[in-house]
Structures are given as structure tokens and as C-alpha cells.
């Protein structure tokens, strides 16, 4: 260990000297303060520090994201290109310790810098507020809607019912003789299945949409519950607005009449505007002692139109579940196995080609990362028309890429102060170490037969 401990050592002071890293450092320390004082939002308070955060986070990602390909790529490679690393292999030190070392200098600095740089970002954050004039309205609603961790219920989908309806229609076209011949059965299905989906959460006018939930569990009874959702119209008004009335609370209750009532439910009537996120909140006393929660909405009859749900954003209920500083730890813990990622990557494509090319591979994964849910689609595409050849050469592959994009993007947590669950940080993480010690192994077994004294051209 003292051996692999000294070349990470030296690795993470080469590096800290580096201009690239001076420059780097030097880059955030001057536009993190500088966006603190210039984002804005939307004008309001939460609007301000949610840009904030999501400029300074991203910031801080990508930039240390480059540093350390250009570092994990630069720092192997020099050594063999200058012939520093002949009087390293011959001294009583294994060539897989070696490349241990080299990986954990770069993970030094990244622990390092994303330390010092996240706390930047979490005490600008913190005192926002208070370089700007802030009421005490705003100061409420950025302390339920931003510093807090709130846990998410959303839409579930029952895959067998749709497939059923699905099913029930496909057959009932095939018996009027309305099939289109010319399309394929799989097509057809997946436009049946899709349609099924959207009915599943739409209402015409004087209909209802109820979403039910079990073993919801609010920090707080006296804290707030927070109904967030977007809906479209079959029809779209000529002012884009739709008026509804939304029921939130236990409504089993009212099966049993007025004497039976243990805890509130609340009717809430509202006009929004389709095709645009909203948000409203409703006292947490609405969640029944056993955890249940309906939450209903009734399409008022003067709209004329189906009041439609997309089933990825058009709702969740959102409630406190955890703090605000543990959440963004959570997101640190996450872009630092992501750095953790890039390292290894950096090291390991270095013990077998030169500093051009892995530089240029390591962008591209990253960048492949950051659309890995576009490049994964892509490919499963694919997969449906060679299945077996996909499935045992090309899908291996697609595992190992990494992924920075959709659930795997911190900002999409913060912003919105969602919780990120403990079960999910791990696995991600876990996945993300996983192979970077895959990265880490191939590279031992490569350095370990690679002849250093050779030429490579």
C-alpha cells in the first residue's frame, strides 16, 4: 500500500501544478461568485438561486469532468513518452500497483477540488437570499419548494391492463375489417398501447382522474404537501386556460358519510394553462394515518374538451422527506463517482495507446454519457432486428458506457428539491465503480504484458 500510496502522491502533485488545473481552479473560482451576483431566473427569489445552482453545478461538473481526462490521460502517458516511467518499474514496485497509484492521484484531486468547489456553491446558495432583498413570503416558499428534499409519487401504469385493452382493440379491428394490411401487427400494437396509456389519465368534460397512493409517509403532519403536474386538451381552448377542481385527501371517507371523517379533504379549484408545469400546495393533514392518499381532478364541464396527462411529467405529488444539505451531499457523492469514472477511464486507455488518442476516446464517452438514454434507444432499436448478434457483442458494450444524463443528472434532484433515495445513490455509484474497476483491470492486464522499452509508433 506505501508503494501504490507514493505514486498517487506524486500523481496529485504533478497534476495540482499543472496549468490546465491552475487554470481550471482559477476559471471557477472567479464565474461561481460572478453567477451568485448575475442569475436570475425567473425574477423571484427561487428563481434566482435555482439558476444559480443549476449553472454552478453544472459548471463545476463539466469542468472538472474535462480536468480529469485531460489529467488521467496526460498523467501515464508522459511518463512513458519522456521515459520517466523506466527508472519507476525498475525499483520494487508491480506494474498494477503503478497504475492503482496513477488513478488514485487523479482521484486525490478530484476529492480535493469538488470539496472545495461544492462548498463554494452550497454557501453562495445558502446566503443568496440575504444579498438580495427577500420577503418573507419568498423566504417560505424557498424553504418548502427548494431548501428541503422532497420525496416523489407518481403516475403508476398497469402494463397488463394496457396490454389487454391494447389487445381488446387490435382484435375488434381485425373482426370490422378496419386494419391497415399495410402496417405491420408490432406497429399497430405500440400505437394501441400508447393510446391506451394517455386514456388511462384523461377525463372528458364532467369526468375525473384519481390517482391513488399507499404508505405515504410526509416529514412533517403540520408540513405541505405539493401537487405538481402538467395536462394538455384534446381541444385547446382559444386562451389556453382549463378549469378544474382538484380533491386531495383520504377518499374513503366518504363512503362512510360526514361521521366518519378523520382527516381532512381538500377542494381546490383552479384555472391553468395547458402544456405548462404548475404547482400548488395543500396542507399534509390530507394523508390518512395508514398512509393513503387519493388525490382526484374533475374536468368542469364548460372546457368542452378532454383534459389529457402525459404519463412521463403530467403529475406527482411531492413531499418533504429529508433535508437540504444531505441532499446535496448525495448529489456530490454522485458526480464524484462520476469523476471516479473519467479517471479510470483516463488511466486505463493510457497503458496501451498514446495521449491523442485516449484524450479523444475519453471525450467521446463522456459526451456519448451525457446522451447515453438517446444512444441506448438507438441501439435497442437496433436489437429488435438482430437480436442475438446484439445481445452478445454489441450490448456488453452499451453496459459499460456510462450514464450523466436524465435520472443520472443531479440537477434534475436540486432544482426541484427532489430527494435523492439512498437505494438509488448506491446503485448508481455502484454501478459507476463497477466499471471503472473493469477499466482498471484491462489496463493491468495490458500494462503488464506491454513492452515499455519498445518503440510504438
Not at 44 to 72: E, K, N, P
Not at 210 to 224: A, G, H, I, M, T
Request: hydrophobic share 50%; with cysteine; aromatic share 12%.
Amino acid at each position: 500500500m506505501g508503494r501504490i500510496w507514493a505514486v498517487a502522491r506524486n500523481t496529485f502533485v504533478s497534476a495540482i501544478r499543472m496549468k490546465t488545473a491552475i487554470v481550471f481552479m482559477a476559471m471557477l473560482l472567479i464565474l461561481l461568485p460572478i453567477l451568485s451576483y448575475t442569475s436570475t431566473g425567473d425574477g423571484t427569489a427561487i428563481g434566482r438561486v435555482q439558476s444559480f445552482v443549476s449553472y454552478g453545478m453544472g459548471l463545476v461538473s463539466f469542468l472538472l469532468s474535462m480536468l480529469t481526462i485531460v489529467v488521467s490521460c496526460y498523467t501515464l502517458s508522459s511518463d512513458v513518452k519522456h521515459k520517466r516511467v523506466y527508472s519507476v518499474v525498475t525499483k520494487p514496485i508491480r506494474r498494477f500497483e503503478f497504475v492503482i497509484g496513477k488513478a488514485m492521484g487523479v482521484i486525490l484531486l478530484d476529492l480535493l477540488l469538488l470539496a472545495v468547489f461544492s462548498a463554494v456553491i452550497y454557501g453562495l446558495t445558502i446566503y443568496m437570499p440575504r444579498f438580495a432583498k427577500t420577503s418573507d413570503e419568498e423566504l417560505v416558499r424557498l424553504k418548502n419548494e427548494f431548501f428541503t428534499a422532497r420525496a416523489s409519487l407518481k403516475m403508476t401504469i398497469d402494463k397488463q391492463e394496457i396490454e389487454k385493452q391494447a389487445y381488446d382493440v387490435y382484435n375488434e379491428l381485425v373482426r370490422t375489417g378496419q386494419l391497415d394490411e399495410s402496417r405491420s401487427r408490432e406497429s399497430v400494437m405500440t400505437e394501441l398501447r400508447n393510446a391506451a396509456k394517455y386514456n388511462m389519465y384523461a377525463a372528458g368534460p364532467g369526468g375525473m382522474v384519481l390517482w391513488e397512493f399507499q404508505r405515504v409517509k410526509p416529514f412533517d403532519v403540520n408540513e405541505s404537501l405539493f401537487i405538481r403536474f402538467k395536462f394538455n386538451a384534446a381541444q385547446t381552448p382559444a386562451d389556453k386556460n382549463l378549469y378544474g377542481v382538484w380533491y386531495i385527501g383520504d377518499s374513503r371517507q366518504t363512503q362512510g358519510g360526514p361521521e366518519t371523517m378523520k382527516t381532512p379533504i381538500y377542494q381546490i379549484p383552479r384555472k391553468d394553462v395547458v402544456d405548462t408545469m404548475q404547482e400548488f400546495e395543500v396542507p399534509a393533514d390530507a394523508v390518512a394515518a395508514d398512509g393513503y392518499l387519493a388525490v382526484g381532478f374533475y374536468n368542469e364541464p364548460m372546457n368542452n374538451t378532454a383534459v389529457i396527462f402525459p404519463i412521463e411529467d403530467g403529475f406527482e405529488v411531492l413531499y418533504k422527506a429529508g433535508g437540504f444539505g444531505g441532499n446535496f451531499i448525495s448529489a456530490i457523492l454522485l458526480m464524484l463517482a462520476r469523476l471516479v469514472f473519467l479517471a479510470c477511464l483516463g488511466v486505463s486507455l493510457t497503458t496501451w495507446v498514446g495521449f491523442p488518442v485516449a484524450i479523444l476516446c475519453s471525450l467521446t464517452i463522456f459526451f456519448t454519457g451525457v446522451i447515453n438514454g438517446f444512444v441506448v434507444q438507438s441501439f435497442d432499436y437496433l436489437g429488435q432486428n438482430m437480436a442475438i448478434f446484439y445481445n452478445v457483442t454489441i450490448k456488453p458494450v452499451i453496459w459499460l458506457l456510462p450514464k450523466f444524463d436524465q435520472n443520472y443528472n443531479v440537477n434534475k434532484y436540486l432544482i426541484d428539491a427532489r430527494m435523492i433515495k439512498y437505494g438509488f445513490l448506491a446503485m448508481a455509484a455502484g454501478v459507476l465503480l463497477l466499471k471503472s474497476l473493469i477499466l482498471l483491470l484491462v489496463g493491468f492486464l495490458i500494462f503488464a504484458k506491454r513492452e515499455l522499452a519498445k518503440v510504438v509508433i
